[in-house]
């Protein structure tokens, strides 16, 4: 099965790189890397999550590029970035610090986002050197730093050791994913999307979801059951927006509020009513706009703003 399998037109396309490079992890891991957009405009990273690619932020690439310089990359293993022998959060921040030191100058700043094992990623390098050199602000999109397993509804029973097995079982499956069917499609959505997705939304995150080799989705699922970084949240000390899905199954709104709670600089909190676990193809316009935000406030022109981040929880109507 092809590793690029997503849509190749409409809306959740994935729009041409400006340019391509190749950027080489602690351990040699050569993640491939995305360059979107205008050389001479404020920077943004974006770092995707388990089992998908760059390929899940075409609308925020697309939005973006036409005023900023947007970096994207394939996590190891996703997308064009090879395999590897090294599975772990500190192999993610690894490959974040490469990246970063590979698209942009020295000092260079870049307002961040990551979305799911991609917040993730941002909450491992939080203290990282090369990280801190570059981070500006960040955005976490359905992420959690802890008890992902455990507090994870993809399984409707009540929470508990029976619940939170199963759930183990589903989502650390060796079992392929086979070609994109109506039944695939159903059951994508009931676990990562809100009841309202329509069907192209859904046949774009399929397509993305099942070009991940089974291998390297079983690898980071086991990294993911084991995921402490609760005191990486205290080490992120860069102005953080934080955005959910107030029906994401996979890192429910507990653990946006949770983040929210312990963030030094938390730039507040927005609940999506009724979306899942995909927000940034689910509400792209709302994620590109908190990255405008962000990028406004803390990167457009160099010196930080003196905006108050106050952890208030704002709620989006008809995301």
């Not at 190749?22 to 351990?27: F, I, L, M, Q, R």
């Not at 990294?223 to 000390?237: H, I």
């Given at each position: 099965?092809?590793?690029?399998?997503?849509?190749?037109?409409?809306?959740?396309?994935?729009?041409?790189?400006?340019?391509?490079?190749?950027?080489?992890?602690?351990?040699?891991?050569?993640?491939?890397?995305?360059?979107?957009?205008?050389?001479?405009?404020?920077?943004?990273?974006?770092?995707?999550?388990?089992t998908c690619s760059t390929a899940?932020?075409?609308?925020?690439?697309?939005?973006?590029?036409?005023?900023?310089?947007?970096?994207?990359?394939?996590?190891?293993?996703?997308?064009?970035?090879?395999?590897?022998?090294?599975?772990?959060t500190d192999v993610l921040a690894?490959?974040?610090?490469?990246?970063?030191?590979?698209?942009?100058?020295?000092?260079?700043?870049?307002?961040?986002?990551?979305?799911?094992?991609?917040?993730?990623?941002?909450?491992?390098?939080?203290?990282?050197?090369?990280?801190?050199?570059?981070?500006?602000?960040?955005?976490?999109?359905?992420?959690?730093?802890?008890?992902?397993?455990?507090?994870?509804?993809?399984?409707?029973?009540r929470a508990g050791r029976l619940?939170?097995?199963?759930?183990?079982?589903?989502?650390?499956?060796?079992?392929?994913?086979?070609?994109?069917?109506?039944?695939?499609?159903?059951?994508?959505?009931?676990?990562?999307?809100?009841?309202?997705?329509?069907?192209?939304?859904?046949?774009?995150?399929?397509?993305?979801?099942?070009?991940?080799?089974?291998?390297?989705?079983?690898?980071?699922?086991?990294?993911?059951?084991?995921?402490?970084?609760?005191?990486?949240?205290?080490?992120?000390?860069?102005?953080?927006?934080?955005?959910?899905?107030?029906?994401?199954?996979?890192?429910?709104?507990?653990?946006?509020?949770?983040?929210?709670?312990?963030?030094?600089?938390?730039?507040?909190?927005?609940?999506?009513?009724?979306?899942?676990?995909?927000?940034?193809?689910?509400?792209?316009?709302?994620?590109?706009?908190?990255?405008?935000?962000?990028?406004?406030?803390?990167?457009?022109?160099?010196?930080?703003?003196?905006?108050?981040?106050?952890?208030?929880?704002?709620?989006?109507?008809?995301?």
């Amino acid at each position: 099965m092809s590793r690029l399998m997503s849509v190749a037109d409409g809306p959740y396309a994935h729009p041409a790189p400006v340019r391509e490079l190749t950027a080489v992890s602690a351990d040699g891991a050569r993640l491939h890397v995305e360059v979107h957009g205008v050389d001479d405009g404020p920077v943004v990273v974006l770092s995707h999550g388990w089992t998908c690619s760059t390929a899940f932020w075409a609308a925020q690439i697309r939005d973006l590029a036409a005023d900023h310089r947007v970096v994207a990359y394939d996590q190891r293993g996703h997308g064009r970035s090879p395999s590897s022998s090294a599975y772990g959060t500190d192999v993610l921040a690894d490959d974040l610090e490469a990246v970063l030191a590979a698209t942009l100058a020295p000092g260079e700043k870049a307002v961040i986002a990551g979305h799911s094992m991609g917040g993730m990623t941002v909450l491992a390098a939080s203290a990282r050197p090369g990280f801190r050199e570059h981070a500006a602000a960040v955005l976490l999109c359905s992420t959690g730093s802890s008890r992902l397993v455990a507090e994870a509804l993809v399984v409707p029973m009540r929470a508990g050791r029976l619940r939170t097995w199963l759930t183990r079982r589903a989502l650390s499956s060796r079992a392929p994913l086979g070609p994109v069917t109506p039944v695939s499609r159903r059951i994508l959505k009931y676990a990562t999307m809100g009841a309202g997705s329509p069907a192209v939304m859904v046949e774009a995150c399929a397509r993305i979801v099942h070009a991940c080799p089974r291998k390297v989705r079983y690898l980071w699922a086991r990294v993911l059951d084991g995921v402490q970084l609760e005191a990486a949240v205290r080490e992120l000390l860069v102005p953080t927006a934080v955005v959910v899905g107030t029906a994401d199954r996979l890192t429910p709104p507990v653990h946006a509020r949770a983040l929210a709670a312990v963030l030094p600089k938390c730039h507040g909190v927005t609940e999506l009513p009724g979306l899942g676990h995909m927000t940034p193809v689910e509400a792209p316009g709302v994620v590109s706009g908190l990255i405008r935000e962000l990028v406004v406030a803390y990167a457009q022109s160099g010196s930080p703003s003196t905006q108050a981040d106050d952890g208030s929880v704002r709620i989006e109507e008809g995301a």
